[in-house]
């Protein structure tokens, strides 16, 4: 049995890590048997580094010094050490001290009481554990022959978290002036410091509550860390293809030719294990048996041999100092998968695959085609990656014939490592690629991704299709990412948000990226359509207002016109103030077409241009292979134009936006007992909790597996037209359809339970449950938003008692699970002025529908008349906390008619949010309605958002309905559900994601 001073092993310590070179460690705790471990890394360290750690000549560790460095209570005492091949790099390690510097110890039980705020920040925790001494030492070393690889900056992101979590507040570091290197991973941290100068040394303190510096700081070394990593794989300077055969054929001997024949700049290897001894060559490359045997070092390692021996060419690779994999071999269940990621990380590779199709690299200076595929695309600016080796081949063949040149190709199959998020860390700073394009069938870290994407967005295109749609969000079989409960159509519209072009299809990709990648954005949607056919002009002129575009009057320039017409033409339209881009239409001429004079035409009209021009055409052989030469996108169909150029409106609208993103208020909410009272509940557990009686209900954020999109986006007074429509996104219950405006839903406590947008993964490991009635109301009033309150009514006279406390006019209304979406039934009664008609509509009531006891009929005040509408917060594992908003009843319900915004929302996000769903018309005076206070509704939507953000205890909020007048709002109803331990723990350290 484990004694108290004695802490079980934190697993969740461990962690693989990028480091500044693109290579990987393993940062884990130190345990009581890496005593041999130590005593090698330290004899391996300078003595110099030695001296910067110990302020002394210290050539050995004495067998006392490696029990206190190796035995650990992973409280008041930590210490974590980087690995590469299973060998000590660096350590760190802290010592909690008091106010005088003396070692301190937690007091009993707190570690755990601690821990149970993992993922607040410290404060959270040590508010409940007095007497616990919240500062500590800190101290690194780190080998010589990896210093400059960011390792002590890695391992002070983890100790930090460690520290965190452990209830300490505060680092401090006793650093020799002359250790610069060691100041500086202090100073460049970003955290809140103090300096000062000490008995002959540096003496820092810093708090270790993250600040926005410190987390700029992460992303920028985890975008340069993930970024050179996939560089390193796509710019070798050397090749070792493992399974070339020594005949022609197969995969490995394939892709040896495939580089040699793309004329790859470095050097290869041929490696087949069946060779003899002695010197030999593979298609002219030199071949031995084994990477081992290789002279030279290698780079990265194409693997193309039967899965079985793959974990074997892993190990060699590793122990031969290889920088990266590529695995092509096929038929590896998940825990192999595993294994084989494990592995190649603690050798310091990435793994790319298995079951890829390969990498390309078209930069003259490299010129890799690492793929079974023997024609490698002309360079241009477009990067591609994809999951499907399949999608790959017929991605790579339309830009081909579309004549748009490839900057770089990734296809990551099973992505068990290398994912599409390393390859936009890439190309975001990539200055050869210019448009990124990702065929993606699942998305492991739906929340980083987006964050990447809207960064990369910022600068370049970043155009997206989804695979697997219609299947759960499942990812294919043999795919490392788990399954994601997150509804498509929640993830597309957040994808979109962050300045994503979303298309449905790999022809709709190829159709933008032909526009993005040749042509300026427009500055608006202003189009005008010109031809030498009115009918398709006219067509045009109908797929622009279908698509959002405004096009003007189509100019026909009748079939008699020819190319310096169209220049003309096209010139003048290009020259006009009143337009943004260019349609042009084209059918054959009457004897022999002038293709190549009209391409230099339109060329000449648009060169230089600011704003874009596309050409439809029609049986035009010849034409757009002329005008891609040329810089000029052309399609056959107008609809596939259009669709093109108004997705690069969007985007165009979205990048002009993104440069003032608006601000996240601040309130005056009381934070401080929030946390007490959910610190409270979730301290009592689901079971130890007082909540409301049976029919307590949970929050219901809004879910459910259609992914409806809708491009149209309603025309809103006095408000841009919003520029990013949302996509279906049903599953939103609340009022009963057909409700009239004004009226009130069943109270917190007289809901039936529904299930959140916890996945069953989180939901297995996380507990969670709804706050009682009167819990929920303070919670919300202490930032700020009041619940109207409501009265049970199981007989006439509480009923009336209830009424005369409210003041009338009231609602009463039954609150029973089966008539909550039968308005017809004649369950609600609003605005009862007096007794006796309360009196009245009770008996008409349960006479009508039954039992007191079968209906649970309440009193509310009546709230002013208004628009219903639904305001939910759900903490979601995938992609983090997410705001939705829609109106009440059918639009959401039966349309799916909700927007999405990512928590923490900003100003600009709130009032974005309410003007996106297409029923925004009626929020601002349709048909003649008096608009409402959609200022008083942005305020509640960022509160709510602020609400979430403040506390990672609680995982749903549901607001239904939020009745919005002309002058206020009234919130008629509402649930929170928390859960303990909270799931998310963000800010963290970096981490490569284990599948």
């Known amino acids: ?303 193309a041999v039967p899965a079985a021996q793959v974990t074997g060419v892993v190990r060699e690779c590793g122990e031969r100092g290889v920088q990266g994999l590529v695995v092509l071999s096929a038929g590896f269940g998940r825990d192999e998968q595993r294994e084989l990621v494990r592995l190649a990380r603690s050798y310091g590779m990435r793994l790319l695959g298995p079951d890829a199709f390969g990498i390309m690299n078209t930069a003259p200076d490299v010129r890799l085609n690492a793929t079974p595929s023997p024609a490698m695309p002309p360079a241009g600016r477009i990067g591609l990656f994809t999951q499907s080796g399949a999608i790959g081949i017929a991605l790579l063949d339309g830009l081909h014939a579309r004549g748009a040149g490839l900057s770089t190709f990734v296809s990551a199959g099973n992505r068990a490592d290398v994912s599409g998020n390393d390859v936009l ?117 109908d797929a622009c207002l279908s698509d959002g575009l405004r096009p003007r009057p189509v100019t026909d320039l009748t079939t008699e016109a020819g190319p310096e017409d169209f220049r003309r033409a096209v010139s003048a339209a290009l020259a006009d103030p009143g337009t943004d881009a260019v349609v042009v239409t084209v059918i054959p001429w009457v004897g022999t077409t002038p293709v190549e004079e009209l391409a230099d035409a339109l060329r000449s009209a648009s060169e230089g241009a600011e704003k874009p021009v596309t050409v439809v055409h029609l049986a035009m052989e010849g034409l757009e292979t002329a005008l891609a030469a040329r810089g000029v996108p052309a399609y056959p169909a107008p609809e596939r134009a259009v669709r093109a150029l108004s997705r690069a409106a969007r985007y165009g609208s979205w990048r002009r936006e993104a440069r003032n993103p608006g601000r996240v208020p601040e309130f005056d909410v009381d934070e401080r007992a929030a946390a007490a009272l959910l610190a409270r509940a979730t301290e009592a557990g689901a079971d130890g909790y007082a909540g409301d009686a049976p029919g307590t209900p949970a929050a219901q954020p809004a879910h459910a597996d259609d992914d409806r999109t809708a491009d149209d986006r309603p025309e809103v007074p006095d408000h841009p037209e919003p520029e990013h429509p949302e996509p279906g996104h049903p599953g939103v219950e609340g009022v009963p359809p057909g409700a009239p405006a004004g009226s009130a839903v069943p109270p917190a406590g007289a809901r039936e339970a529904r299930p959140t947008t916890l996945s069953s993964e989180v939901s297995g490991r996380y507990r969670s449950f709804p706050l009682n009635a009167a819990d929920t109301a303070s919670l919300l009033a202490g930032y700020g938003i009041d619940v109207q309150p409501v009265s049970p009514a199981p007989t006439a006279d509480a009923a009336a008692e209830a009424a005369r406390g409210f003041g009338y006019p009231v609602a009463l209304k039954t609150t029973a699970p089966h008539l909550r979406h039968r308005a017809d039934l004649g369950g609600v009664r609003l605005d009862i002025a007096g007794e006796n008609e309360l009196r009245r509509a009770f008996a008409e009531l349960t006479a009508a529908l039954g039992a007191p006891r079968e209906l649970r009929p309440v009193v509310q005040p009546m709230a002013p008349r208004g628009v219903d509408t639904v305001v939910r917060a759900a903490f979601d594992p995938a992609i983090g906390a997410v705001l939705s908003f829609g109106l009440a009843g059918p639009p959401s319900e039966l349309l799916g008619d909700t927007g999405h915004r990512l928590v923490p929302v900003t100003d600009r996000e709130a009032a974005e949010l309410i003007r996106t769903i297409r029923t925004a018309p009626i929020l601002f005076g349709w048909r003649g309605a008096q608009p409402v206070d959609t200022a008083a509704l942005e305020n509640l939507l960022l509160r709510v958002s602020r609400l979430l953000d403040d506390h990672v205890e609680i995982v749903a909020v549901d607001l239904e309905p939020v009745v919005v007048a002309p002058r206020g709002l009234a919130v008629l109803g509402a649930t929170v559900r928390v859960a303990e331990p909270p799931p998310l723990t963000e800010p963290g350290a970096r981490r490569l994601p284990a599948y």
Request: hydrophobic content about 40%; proline content about 6%.
């Open 425 to 541: 860390q890439f190309w975001d700073e990539d200055p050869e690629t210019d448009v990124a394009l990702l065929y993606l069938e699942s998305i492991g870290n739906p929340r980083k991704f987006t964050r990447l994407a809207k960064r990369t967005a910022a600068r370049k295109p970043v155009v997206v299709v989804k695979g697997s749609r219609h299947s759960g969000s499942a990812p294919p079989p043999g795919h490392a990412a788990p399954a994601s409960r997150t509804p498509v159509a929640t993830v597309t519209s957040l994808l979109r948000q962050a300045g994503v072009v979303m298309v449905d299809t790999v022809t709709e990709m190829l159709d933008a990226a032909a526009l993005l990648a040749a042509q300026p954005l427009p500055a608006g949607r202003r189009t005008a359509v010109l031809g030498n056919a009115v009918s398709l002009g006219f067509l045009t002129y």
């Open 1 to 303: 049995m484990r004694t108290p001073e004695e802490r079980a092993y934190p697993t969740h310590w461990e962690a693989d890590v990028v480091l500044r070179d693109g290579g990987t460690a393993r940062i884990r705790p130190i345990a009581e048997d890496d005593a041999e471990r130590l005593v090698s890394f330290y004899e391996q360290v300078s003595d110099e580094s030695k001296y910067y750690r110990f302020f002394a000549p210290y050539p050995r560790l004495s067998d006392r010094d490696v029990r206190r460095f190796t035995q650990h209570d992973y409280v008041d005492r930590v210490g974590l050490a980087a690995t590469v091949g299973g060998e000590f790099i660096a350590t760190v390690r802290y010592d909690r001290i008091d106010a005088t510097g003396r070692p301190a110890h937690s007091p009993p039980g707190a570690a755990e009481r601690l821990g149970r705020h993992h993922g607040q920040g410290a404060a959270a925790g040590l508010d409940d554990v007095a007497g616990v001494a919240d500062e500590a030492e800190v101290a690194f070393l780190v080998r010589d022959d990896h210093q400059g690889r960011g390792v002590a900056s890695a391992l002070l992101e983890h100790i930090a978290a460690v520290a965190r979590e452990r209830g300490i507040r505060r680092f401090t570091a006793e650093v020799l002036p002359a250790n610069s290197k060691m100041i500086k991973v202090f100073t460049d941290a970003g955290y809140s410091q103090k300096r000062s100068f000490e008995d002959g040394s540096v003496h820092l303190t810093f708090d270790l509550e993250p600040t926005e510096r410190s987390l700029a700081v992460m992303r920028a070394r985890e975008q340069r860390a993930e970024g050179r990593s996939v560089r390193r794989l796509l710019a070798p300077g050397s090749i070792a293809v493992v399974g070339a055969g020594r005949e022609p054929g197969g995969t490995g001997r394939t892709v040896l030719e495939n580089l040699g024949a793309g004329g790859f700049t470095g050097r290869r290897y041929a490696v087949n294990s069946a060779l003899g001894e002695g010197g030999s060559e593979i298609a002219g490359v030199p071949a031995h048996r084994s990477v081992r045997e290789v002279p030279e070092p290698v780079d990265i390692a194409v693997v």
